[in-house]
C-alpha cells in the first residue's frame, strides 16, 4: 500500500525541494549497484560546483559514536575546511573511493602533493554487510566518478547510491534529505536555509520512533512482518548538514552537533556498534589553498543568533531519516537477505 | 488539579525507588533558599558514603554545550576521577560552593595542597536570574553542608535544593530523578542499575514534548496560561548519570553521551544558551588518591555489551526531565517573576 | 652575584618591551601579597582597556595536562570568546577571584544574569603550597581589583604577584614574560607582535634545560645548593598567548599548542601533577555581548603563513620561561620552606 | 666520515635493542620500493604475534597537528584498542594498505564485516613527495604483505621502510628507533619498557636540535652543503610509542600527548603542514573482540606514578628521531632530487 506524504517534523518550513540542495550550490550524485549479491554504491555531496581543492568550503564535524572508519575528519577538524566532494559508501571501500578522489584531484591539480599540498580525500561509510557481499569491494574508482558525474540538484532518496544495502531500524534504510528555512532580523527579511542529508544504516526496531509515535514496538509486534535482524547492531548514519548561513568552523561544529538531536528524536541511542558521524559545512564564502589569494572578510552570524539554525539542524535531520525510511524500497541481497520497506508494512499514516 | 503518575519511558524497568539512589551506596541532599527574591539552594549527590578524596570514584563528562560556568570537568577528564561530592547550584555561587568543598576536604585531609595535592571541586551551575536575585550570591559555604547532611536515599525533585529557581521549558524546572535496571548475561542474571539526576533549567516552552507528545505547542497555544518567557533561552541542564557496572572512565564518557539523547527526545535542540553537561560515574570500584594503596583489578563490562546501558541512560535522563517537570510546584521570586508548574497547566493526562 | 641579560631563544627579534604588553592594547598588573606564611597574589592579563564583557576577545585554549583546576575555558572552548580579565592566582583562591570577576561586571553591567547571560569567570591557578600557606585563602576580592587597578605596559617579573609563592625546576619561578616580532608579506611589512605570559609553577631540578643547557643536573649536583624539593612535582605552569594578527579561535587554539613546544624545550614532560594549560588570544578585533551590534568583518590570516607565529609562540614562551627563573628572588614562605633563586645558585652565564 | 655512535638522551638507560622491539612481543618489518622515481615504502609495527583482531590491545592517540590523512583513529579514540598491525606508509597509499589491511583480516576472520564487526585499518602516513613520485601510488597490497612478513626483532633505521622517501629537517629523514627501561617500586624491582619508533618527515634545516645543540643552524650557514628545501613545510612525524606497563587507554593518551615533548625539544614547532601524530599502545594485556570472551581484569599503573613512563616516553621519542637522522643515507629520486644524509654532513660529534 502506498503511504501518504510523509509526516512533517516541526514548525519550520522546507525549502521547495525538500532537500539538501536547497543550500544554493549544492548538489548530489548517486551510482547505484544493483547486482545479487552486489547491493551498494557511490553518494556524494558537492558544496559547489568548482574546484573544491582549490576554493575550500568551511567545515567541521562531530563524532557522536566513533565505531566507525570514515576518513578526511582528522585535517578537517585541524583546518575547519574541506577540500573534496563528500562521498559517501559501504565500510570496505573507504580505501577505493579515496583513491578516487586523489586521482580527481590530481587531474585538476598536477602539482597536488608535490609543490602543492597532498588533498584530503573525505569519504564516509556505514557497513552494508547484511544486504551486500562487502567483503566483495565491488565500489571501484569509476562509480565514485559516475556519481559526480550524476551530481544534481534533484535528490534520490532511499535505496539509492551509497544507501543501496543500508539497513536502519531492522528495516530497509539508505539516503534520505531535506531542508528548513530560517528567517531571521528585524525585518525577517534574512532567510537562511539548512539542508540535511543522511545515509541510514542504524537503530534497531523496538527503537523506531517516527515523528514521536513508537512505531518500532508497534511493527515488532506484528510477528508475520518482522525483519530478520542481526544481533547486536552494527549499523551506522552519517548525518551530512548544509547552510548558506555565514559560520566559521567553530560554529558549524555546534550545528553538526544538533545533528544528534534529530536522530535521537527517531529513537536511537547511538548504539555501541554504530558509527554516528556529523558533518556541517557552509557555502556562504570559500577559503583558497592558494595563501597567495586574499582571505574571505565575513561578518559571521552572531552565535546568540544560531538557536533558529540549530532548530532547522535537528528538525532537518530527523526529516531526512524520516524520508530515508519512507522512500526505501525492499533489497533482496546477499545470502538471500531481505530487508523489507516502511511502506510496505506501515498500514496507513498516521497510525491510530 | 493533581496530575497522575508520569507516564514511564521505554520499556526497562526502573529500581525500587525511581531515583539515582537507586544505584547502591548514592545519596542525594538539598538545601533549599526560599526567601522572597531568593530562590535558590544547593543540591548535592554522593556517590558513596567514604571521603571521596581517599577513595576516588571513576567518572567522566561529556560538554553537549559549553555556555556554561561548571567547574571541575579539567582534572575528570584527565584522571577519569571524581574525588568530591557533586554539587549544584546556581551560576554566580560556584565559588562559594567549590571553597566549601575545598573546606570540608581539608578537614577531613589536613595534608590537602601540602603534601597531598590540593582537590579538585566538583561544582556544576544553572542560571535562576529569572525567579533568584542570583545577583546576591546568597548561597554560603554553610548552605552547601547541609545539603551534604540532609543527604538521604529518599530524593525530594521539583523545586527543591539547587532547583529551587529553575525554569524549564518556560515552565518551573528544577530536580528530577529516575533508575532502570538492565539484565545482562547469558541467563539473564546480571542486573545493573542506571541512575539519572538532573538539573533541568533549560528549553523554551514550544518545543516541549512530553513522552513522545508535543505538550509545548499544546500549551502555548492556550495562551492565558502562557508564562512569561525570557528571550532567548539563557537555560541551561546538568545531567547525572550513577551506576553500578564496572566502567572505567572512556566508557562512562560514552554513558554519558548518551544522557544527550534523553534530552532531544524532550523537544531540547541544546540551545546557544544552554550549558549542557553531563557527567556519569561508577561505583563499582574506587581508585586510591595514595598511589602506595593498591589499585582495583576490575574485569570491565565489554563494550559490546554497553548498549542496554545506554538506553538505560537516555530512558532514565528523559524521565528525569519529565519528572523535574511534572513534581515541581509554582514558585514567585525576583522582582515578582512567577513560573507555573506543568501540573498546574495541563489539562490531565495522556493529553486527547 | 648577579647574572647577565638571560639569553636570547631562537632567531625572532623582540618586541621594544620584551613582554606581553609589546602587543598593543593589552596590559599586565600584580598584587603580591607578602607577609610570613602567606606568599602568594593575583595576576591580571587584560586583553584591552575597554570593557571586556561587551567587547569580547577571540579566544582559546589547549589543556596540556589537565591536573588542575582553572575555570572558564569551558565556555571560551564553546563561544572562542573571552569577557573577562585573565586573572591569575593560587589554586584554593579560585572561587575568591571568580566572585570577584562576576561582581566587577556586575558593576559595569548591571543586568549580568538577568536580561544578559551571565559572565565567565577565567581563572588559572597554581598550586603554591610550599611556600604559602595555601590552605589559609588568603586571597580576596580586594587583591583581585589591587591587580587590575595596578594594570599597565611594564610588567614586573619573577616573585611577583600570582608569582610570588610558586617554584619551578626546584628553584624560585612565578611570572615571566617576552614577546616576538613577525615580519611577512612579499615585501615583508606587514608585522605581527606575539607576546607569551607564564605563571611558571612546574618541573623538577635535574630536568631543567636553560637555552639547550641542561643546567638542571648541572646544579642538582651541586649538593650544598641543592633546594629541598617535594616529591612528586605538583606543580603546574599557565602559558598565555597575545597576538595581534588576525586570527579566530581555530586558529588561536593551534597557536595556545605551541607554548607547549617552548615549555618542553625547558625540559618538562608535563609532569602527572601539573596543571599545563595554555590560552591565546587576538587583539585584532572583538566579538560584540550585544547581537544586535554588527559583527567584525575580518580577513583572517591564512592558515598556511602560520609557521612564523608558531615559532614565535614556542620561543617567546620558552623565553618567557627563563625570564621567569632569571628574574625570581629567593622567598622564605610556610614553615620556613625556602626557594633559591636561580640567579643565587647559577655561576655565571653561559655555563662553560 | 663515519659519524661515532649517536648521542644519548636523557639520564634513563635504553633496552637492550634500543628499539621498540625491546617492549616483549613487539615486531617491526619494513618493505622498500628503491627504484629510480620510487623512494617509498611501507613499515609495519606489530604489538604481538596473534590475530590483533581477535585480541585487541589498549590504545590511545593524540593530533599534535592535524594536516594528516592517517586512518583509523576515530575508532581507536572511540574504543581504546587497535585491531591490526599499525602500518605506516606515504600519503597517497593509505587506501591501498587499508585494503590490503581488510583483506589480511577476512582471511583469518571470514566472518568479518557479516556476524562480526569490520575491521577498523590503522595507517600512518607522512608526504615523501620530494624524494617519491607520490602521484604514481606505487604502494600496493603485496608491499604491505612483505613489509609484515619480515617483521622482526631487529629494527633497520633510516632511509627504509616508509622511511625511505621521507625528509626531516633539510636532510634525509625516515625511520628511527629507541627504548628507555623505568624502575619502579619500593625495592626498585618492578621494571617497565618504553619503546619509540618514528617516522621522520618534518621540520625545517634552521629549527634542528640535536641532543641540544642548534645543529641546524650550524648545517645552514653551510651554503655549499645545504640542502634544496622546498618552502613552505610540509612534512609530517608520526610518533609511535609502546610499553609494557599495564595501562588503559586514557592514561595512554597521556603517554602519547609526550611524544610531543621528545618532538619539541629537536627543534620542531608543530609546523602547519605537518601531520604530527602521536599513537601508545600497551602490551600488558589485551581485549578481546568476542563480548562472550572474558575481559581481563588488570590493576592498572596508578596516574601518580606516570611521571617516569612521561619521561622515558619525552627521551625515546627524541632519540628515535635522533637516530631517524643519525642512520638515514642519502637518498636521490624524482626529478633528481636528492636529500643528503645527516652524517655526511655533520663534521664530527660532538660539535666544537
Known amino acids: 500500500m502506498a503511504l501518504p506524504a510523509p ?15 536547497d543550500v544554493a550550490g549544492v548538489t548530489v550524485g548517486h551510482c547505484t549497484l544493483d547486482a545479487g549479491s552486489v547491493q551498494t554504491g557511490v553518494t556524494v555531496v558537492l558544496p559547489h560546483g568548482g574546484d573544491l581543492f582549490q576554493d575550500r568550503v568551511p567545515a567541521a564535524s562531530v563524532v557522536i ?36 578522489q586523489i586521482r580527481q584531484c590530481l587531474g585538476a591539480n598536477p602539482e597536488c602533493g608535490r609543490s602543492l599540498p597532498t588533498v584530503n580525500p573525505l569519504v564516509f561509510e556505514c557497513n552494508d554487510g547484511f544486504l551486500n557481499d562487502i567483503q566483495r569491494m565491488a565500489v571501484t574508482e569509476a562509480h565514485y566518478l559516475q556519481a559526480c558525474q550524476a551530481a544534481g540538484l534533484e535528490v534520490q532518496e532511499g535505496s539509492v547510491g551509497a544507501g543501496r544495502g543500508m539497513s536502519s ?42 515523528a514521536g509515535r513508537a512505531v518500532g514496538t508497534r511493527l515488532a509486534a506484528l510477528a508475520p512482518v518482522r525483519p530478520p535482524e542481526p544481533e547486536p547492531e552494527k549499523g ?27 536522530l535521537a528524536r527517531t529513537g536511537s541511542v547511538f548504539g555501541h556498534g554504530s558509527g554516528d558521524i556529523a558533518l556541517a559545512f557552509s557555502t556562504a564564502y ?7 589569494r586574499p582571505m574571505p572578510a565575513i561578518a559571521m552570524l552572531h ?10 539542524v ?18 533482496t541481497g ?18 491510530v
Not at 577559503?287 to 597567495?292: E, G, I, L
Not at 543568533?305 to 532548530?311: M, R, T, V
Open 236 to 262: 551506522s548514519i552519517i548525518l551530512l548538514i548544509a547552510t548558506d548561513a555565514p559560520l566559521d568552523a567553530r560554529a558549524l561544529r555546534r550545528l553538526a552537533l544538533r545533528a544528534g538531536a534529530g
Open 286 to 292: 570559500t577559503v583558497p589553498q592558494d595563501s597567495a
Open 65 to 100: 559514536n566513533g565505531f566507525g572508519k570514515s576518513i578526511g575528519l582528522l585535517q578537517i577538524t585541524e583546518l575547519g575546511v574541506l577540500e573534496t566532494p563528500i562521498a559517501l559508501t559501504n565500510t570496505f571501500s573507504v580505501g577505493a573511493v579515496a583513491g578516487a
Open 169 to 210: 531500524f531492522g528495516l530497509k534504510g539508505g539516503i534520505g534529505t531535506a531542508s528548513r528555512r530560517v528567517r531571521m532580523g528585524t525585518a525577517g527579511d534574512t532567510v537562511y536555509t539548512v539542508g540535511a542529508l543522511v545515509l541510514a544504516n542504524c537503530g534497531r526496531l523496538p527503537q523506531l520512533v517516527l
Open 303 to 312: 552565535d546568540a543568533l544560531l538557536d533558529p539554525l540549530f532548530q532547522a
Open 7 to 21: 509526516p512533517h517534523i516541526g514548525a519550520l518550513p522546507p525549502g521547495p525541494r525538500h532537500a539538501i540542495t
Open 314 to 331: 535537528a528538525d532537518s535531520t530527523e526529516q531526512a531519516i524520516v524520508h530515508a525510511l519512507w522512500r526505501a524500497v525492499a533489497v
Open 334 to 351: 546477499r545470502s538471500g537477505h531481505r530487508r523489507a520497506a516502511l511502506a510496505d508494512l506501515l498500514p496507513g499514516w498516521p497510525l
